[in-house]
């Protein structure tokens, strides 16, 4: 069983932000939502959790496997997208400095290549093969992996055989928990993005 979270909620969130690989860390909020789940989690067996590098995934894994006694293991593979010249930026920012570049990514999410960053392919080849490892290091295992919105959301299109378009069909909210399990000809999703009851 694969327990699949998002970080909890980051600093300034409301800002609405292009974060991509910029470290920035949880808010107090973003600690209380990794704490529910953590409390959540804390019934069921933990074998390993994993985390991007990134210091919100990290944290919030440190989070997540303290009632387990594990130690989390930072996956760089596992990172968001890195959104290039955008990261910082807002959706209206962006809009107003490219906006031919911004109705091209509303039109072809899942390949545009964000302007000096990478595309949601590009996601899928660094990200999917550090999934696979993790997975295959531990068959049988019950293992959580804590990464990003985009990261997650590629993951579960990659996992479900479902074109990278679809993208953002897969909710991700900050400290939500969807869970994968193994099936016979692939994978199965049993939960989506369910959020942290705080």
Do not use: K
């Amino acid at each position: 069983m694969i327990y699949l979270l998002r970080h909890g909620e980051v600093t300034a969130a409301q800002t609405r932000r292009f974060i991509g690989h910029l470290d920035v860390p949880l808010s107090a909020r973003g600690e209380a939502e990794c704490a529910a789940q953590a409390r959540r989690l804390a019934l069921v067996r933990l074998d390993a959790v994993f985390t991007s590098d990134l210091s919100r995934a990290r944290r919030s894994g440190e989070i997540i496997a303290a009632p387990h006694g594990l130690a989390p293991v930072a996956v760089p593979a596992l990172r968001e997208m890195a959104m290039g010249r955008w990261d910082g930026l807002t959706a209206e920012e962006i809009r107003a400095r490219e906006p031919d570049a911004f109705v091209d990514w509303m039109a072809r999410v899942g390949e545009f290549p964000f302007p000096e960053g990478e595309s949601v392919p590009d996601l899928v080849a660094r990200a999917w093969p550090a999934f696979e490892a993790i997975v295959a290091a531990h068959a049988g295992a019950c293992i959580a992996i804590v990464a990003h919105g985009g990261t997650n959301r590629a993951l579960l299109c990659r996992a479900l055989g479902l074109p990278l378009g679809r993208l953002l069909s897969f909710g991700q909210d900050y400290g939500a928990l969807s869970v994968l399990e193994r099936a016979a000809d692939g994978w199965a999703l049993r939960r989506l993005n369910e959020r942290p009851v705080l």
